[in-house]
């Protein structure tokens, strides 16, 4: 299950930026979504346990395009 996570700053306008973490490891996760919150940005974060995951979900989701994707190669 794809998890979604609102962080930084209320914004209203579209600055939001959209990161998507694909990771098996929920503390790496956890800490690239604390470390985000630290910044003055606002952001939404999803987050998959996996390749297949990730893939399902863009695939149901063909109008989600993150600005940037993190892999845990």
Known sequence: M???????REDKSNDKKIFFIIDDDADDKEFFSFALAKTEYSATVLT???GQEAIEHLEKNEDFIPDFIFLDL
């Open 2 to 8: 794809v998890e979604n996570i609102i962080i930084g």
């Open 48 to 50: 998959a346990k996996d």
